[in-house]
């Protein structure tokens, strides 16, 4: 799809469709809109007086012929009250927008920045909007739904401000195109992305993207003694894979941080030998979504080129119950040396992270981030809503949490107490991979994760509740996400 700015007047645009936004106390019109009333003989007053265009958040109105514009069509979608206006509101009217028009064969579109919105900050957000709307789960699919929109021109933008909104747009499509990346990741079937194959595609887009690449096979992580790890792939014929890339700035600062991000990646969850129900298994496919949000966040850093160096570290494997799959009760050295009693062999995530967060540090990350399709007990406490996100101390978390504000991701504070630790004690070992205690699901697999950090600056993502949804929003489509790849991406930019 083509993206650029348009110099000449909006009206004069021809297209198939002319998208903008009204606001809902409009019931005169302001600006570009009082212009295209009055060009329609007061067409949108009469909507407005009718009920049918109020400006209510994502509400659609669609005219065809608009008179007065080149366009041959207006969609009008509406923006909710001007004072609660941002740039998140902004990127889902121009998804839901492209989503909108998609199916009605439209190829040509306009997108009209109203008054005072046109800097670069609003033309990064329609552009994000515009790229994750566009995404389609049709790899599969031997006939495509919808036909591509092929070009939005974005008009009423500030054009004394060029160069900026230019670079805002590039970055709003780097950014945007890697959440897109992650998904089409997440959206694999398990049999097409094995622990190999997924290492296969971090190395491929790592050598596009300029990033350095280190893949672990079985050996070598036998070698490092990754034991929670080898205890979850042992189940499986499939090899696991530890999968580290690495940006390096021109002039790293001696001494300063180096951010790792550590994802879980599970390509297939059956629950292994405490294997789970039949109904909705098909959908662990998408257990590797932690991994595939730290490769999307990779992929668009490689391009944005943040000052500190940052690193991906992605335990790979299946959770398998085949014959040499670990068992209830079985104890695991961990890689920092420390023992786990493996109660419950679907807790997995926290085995594999454990490694993959005591390897990070090993190779010099001084902060942490991970994510991961953890808990269904992260469903309970904040439902697909929003990421339930740990860390400490409080003050990174709440820089992190800042950060998915500004990027319109929405993250809730969970607490991580000492009084959980006791329920991951165990009786024979160091800990255990489940809590003892009723309820705090998702607190304890936290606590899990904490103990091999060793007071790092660590964040921890919960994504299970968020990384797939089964129905769509007006602006995303149903399925993979890419939930906290902005977040992140904004975050180590900040750093
Ligand atoms: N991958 C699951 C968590 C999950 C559940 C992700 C639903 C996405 C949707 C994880 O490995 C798991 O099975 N967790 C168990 C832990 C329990 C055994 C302590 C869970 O949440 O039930
Ligand atoms: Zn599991
Ligand atoms: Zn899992």
Redesign the pocket.
């Known amino acids: 799809m083509q993206i650029g700015f348009a110099t000449e007047p909006y009206s004069e645009l021809r297209a198939d469709a002319l998208i903008t936004y009204v606001f809902d106390t409009e019931n005169k019109f302001d600006g570009a809109l009082a212009d295209i009333n009055r060009e329609m003989n007061g067409r949108l007053e009469s909507l407005a007086a009718s009920g049918e265009l109020t400006g209510k958040p994502l509400e659609f109105v669609l005219v065809h012929f608009p008179q007065g514009l080149s366009a041959q069509r207006l969609l009008l979608v509406g923006a909710g009250e001007p004072a609660k206006f941002s740039a998140a509101d902004l990127r889902k009217i121009a998804g839901a927008a492209l989503r909108y028009l998609k199916p009605r064969g439209v190829k040509k579109t306009i997108f009209l920045a109203r008054e005072g919105e046109g800097g670069p900050d609003a033309a990064q957000a329609v552009v994000e909007g515009i790229v994750l709307g566009d995404f389609e789960s049709d790899k599969y699919r031997s006939e495509k739904k919808n036909q591509e929109i092929e070009s939005v021109s974005l008009a009423g933008f500030d054009a004394g401000r060029g160069g900026d909104l230019i670079s805002a747009a590039e970055q709003g499509r780097i950014i945007a195109e890697s959440q897109n990346f992650a998904r089409d990741l997440i959206n694999e079937p398990a049999n097409r992305l094995t622990p190999r194959m997924l290492a296969a595609r971090a190395e491929a887009m790592a050598r596009d993207a300029g990033l350095s690449v280190e893949i672990l096979d079985e050996r070598k992580i036998a070698e490092l003694k990754m034991g929670a790890l080898i205890g979850v792939a042992q189940g499986s014929i499939e090899p696991p894979r530890m999968i580290v890339l690495r940006y390096t700035p021109k002039n790293p600062r001696p001494g300063g941080p180096v951010l790792g991000l550590v994802g879980k990646a599970?390509t297939f969850?059956t629950?292994g030998i405490?294997i789970?129900p039949a109904n909705n298994m098909e959908?662990?496919k998408?257990?590797m979504g932690g991994g595939a949000t730290m490769l999307g966040a990779m992929r668009a850093l490689a391009a944005l080129k943040p000052s500190i160096p940052v690193m991906a570290v992605i335990p790979a494997t299946e959770?398998m119950p085949g014959g040499r799959a670990q068992k209830p009760g079985d104890v695991q050295v961990a890689m920092s040396g420390k023992t786990i009693e493996v109660i419950?062999t679907?807790?997995?995530?926290r085995l594999i992270l454990a490694d993959g967060i005591f390897y990070a540090r090993k190779l010099g990350c001084t902060h942490l981030i991970d994510a991961a399709?953890?808990?269904?007990?992260i469903?309970v406490a904040l439902s697909n809503v929003n990421v339930g996100a740990f860390g400490t101390p409080r003050e990174y978390l709440d820089q992190f949490l800042a950060s998915a504000k500004a990027v319109g991701e929405k993250m809730w504070p969970m607490p991580i107490d000492d009084e959980y630790e006791e329920m991951i004690k165990s009786n024979i070992a160091d800990i255990r991979?489940?809590?003892s205690g009723k309820g705090g699901?998702a607190i304890t697999?936290a606590w899990f994760l904490k103990e091999f950090t060793d007071d790092t600056p660590w964040i921890h993502l919960d994504i299970?509740?968020t990384?797939?949804v089964d129905e769509g929003r007006a602006w995303l489509a149903k399925g993979p996400t890419g939930v906290a790849i902005r977040s992140i991406i904004d975050f180590a930019m900040k750093m």
């Open positions: 599970v969850d629950g405490s789970k959908k662990m998408y257990d959770n419950n679907d807790a997995e995530g399709t953890l808990t269904g007990a469903e991979n489940t809590g699901g697999a299970a509740a990384c797939w």
